[in-house]
């Protein structure tokens, strides 16, 4: 095991220019007045929002602790058919927990004073609108809006922490003229009749020239709609009374009979590498270094990882590691190779015979990477790839014929992918982002015999991330560009891909659906389902898939791996042939890696 390292003052009146200061989304310095308050908690039921994506909370240190094995449930196991998306409800359309934009956000400043502030209480959805009175010399208003936990809110915006989650409305390009400073309400604004709006706020950055947000208290994550409406000039704000989350909304955590991995799972928990087998999680390592990432290779009988140097930090970038190895049972440890001053992203090649890893070989900041092999049962490091150049290399992955792929980024934040073999660096990247709608790329993925690869490729409006699949020479082969979010989770034996579409950007919760593209390219939803946490790795062995799932996640939009989980997890298995899904292990630490 390891051992891991304000309330804001009430103002007595609002009045934009004046009062209480805190920190921005912006990180800039806030004031803050309470605009209202009205607490009662609506009860979670589910519904069918348009779209949605997963919730955070502030990260935290946890205690190391074992993981549990779970007992196998009694029910057998039953294959569902995938149900086809719910139906939207007509009085809530246009609902969901998307980040959402009234007016055009490109609009610039202007300029509005807010003449009188509403609530309006509906069947399904509850009402807040503001009346504005903008000049005619003035471009439209425009607004950002998105839904996050109140603990993610207090730690990007320095408001003080609670329980519930807070829909934030960002009014960024409001000029604090005279009509800004003009905008006075009363100290405390009533919500008549309000439920689900449980209050509301104003904060406004000190000293900006422009800026304000609305920051509304809601109890739990509710689908929402933001408009802004002209003749006369409004901000609506409508907020629905249920939640999409519900006990059984999230299709992956729901156990269903039982699934058994048909080989060994090998996993990072808390810093160690673990087994699990046959109903029992056994510590591998069980050493005060940290483990930091893994893989493991059949063919070669042995379980690869970086371990980092005595002393070091868990979470601490910077600490020296090198690279190990140890039997499926844990004995006979050997570092393998300790070329530079760092591990990561070990990988076994097909035949077991050689690890790929990548390599910090200096001090720069920011680190310059690069790609190392070495034999499985010792001898030199070799590098690969050219040393000293624009590009930081990592991520490698196996191809057939013993080449290797592998991801780079320069300094001027440009991307590409690497093929290299016979001494030979080629550039493939650069024909997917030049002239495309991508301008980087993300790590690959390759099957186990080499034959494709899987790659995330960002968009260049900041709409999220596709996926493409390549062949093995590199040339695109088929884009997959659904939701905001499509993320490569595992190949199995026979070159069937897993991914994962997120529906929308958002903070508060993750709309997904998990699909399967067979070898031949056409793919298949086998799952969808709402969470409010997240996940880590995926594996998949022909129909089972092993996964971990993260009780929460860092701020920010879903959809892409996360690089360091943290809190309560778990780990579980799902044959997608037969149906049944369960629990492994759960763990009040983080479930961090898991080898492919």
Known sequence: MKRFYAAPALC?????????????????????????????????????????????????????????????????????????????????????????????????????????????????????????????????????????????????????????????????????????????????????????????????????????????????????????????????????????????????????????????????????????????????????????ALAFSEAADYVAFCRAAPGAAAGDALAASSLWTISPDGSDPVELAAPGLSCADPAFSADGTSVAFTVDEGSATPPRLSIYTVPTEGGEPTRVGAANDEWSRFAPQWLESGRLVYAARAEDSRSTLFISGEGVEEDIGAALTVGSPYNALGRPLAAPDGSAIAVEAIRADGGGASMLVLAADGTQQQELAEGFWTRPLAFNQQGDLFFMSTECASSAVQSYTLSRRAAAGSATPIARGITGGGFGQFAARSDTLVYVALDRVPPGSRGGEIGAPVGPSSLWAWDVRVGGRSPLVESQGSISGLAR
Do not use: M
Not at 61 to 90: G, K, N, R, V, Y
Not at 101 to 117: K, M, N, Q, Y
Not at 170 to 198: H, K, M, N
Not at 208 to 226: N, S, V
């Open 12 to 292: 007595a009146a609002l009045l934009f220019a004046t009062g209480c200061t805190q920190l921005s989304i912006a990180e800039e310095e806030l004031l803050r007045a309470t605009a209202a308050a009205v607490a009662e908690t609506a009860i979670p039921v589910a519904v069918a929002p348009t779209t949605v994506a997963g919730a955070a909370q502030t990260p935290t240190t946890l205690p190391t602790s074992a993981p549990t094995a779970q007992p196998a449930p009694t029910a057998p196991p039953t294959a569902t058919p995938l149900p086809a998306p719910p139906a939207t409800d007509p009085a809530l359309a246009g609902f969901s927990l998307c980040d959402q934009v009234a007016g055009d956000p490109l609009g610039g400043r202007f300029s509005a004073r807010v003449t009188a502030i509403t609530t309006t209480v509906q069947a399904k959805f509850e009402r807040l609108e503001l009346a504005l009175s903008v000049p005619d010399s003035s471009v439209a208003p425009h607004a950002l809006a998105r839904c996050l936990s109140a603990a993610d809110d207090a730690l990007t915006t320095a408001s003080s922490a609670g329980g519930g989650y807070t829909l934030l409305v960002s009014l960024d390009g409001w000029l604090r003229d005279e009509l800004f400073q003009a905008s006075t309400v009363s100290p405390t604004l009533t919500l008549s009749g309000t439920t689900v709006i449980s209050a509301a706020s104003y904060r406004v950055p000190a000293n900006a020239e422009a800026g304000a947000d609305l920051a509304i208290t809601l109890a739990q994550p509710l689908p929402y709609k933001i408009e802004l409406v002209q003749n006369p000039t409004r901000l609506v704000i409508d907020v629905a009374k249920a939640s999409p989350l519900s006990a059984t909304s999230d299709f992956l955590t729901q156990p269903n009979g039982t699934a058994a991995p048909s080989a060994p799972v090998y996993y990072l928990q808390d810093g160690d590498v673990w087994r699990y087998e046959g109903g029992n999680a056994t510590n591998l390592t069980n050493s005060p270094e940290i483990e930091t």
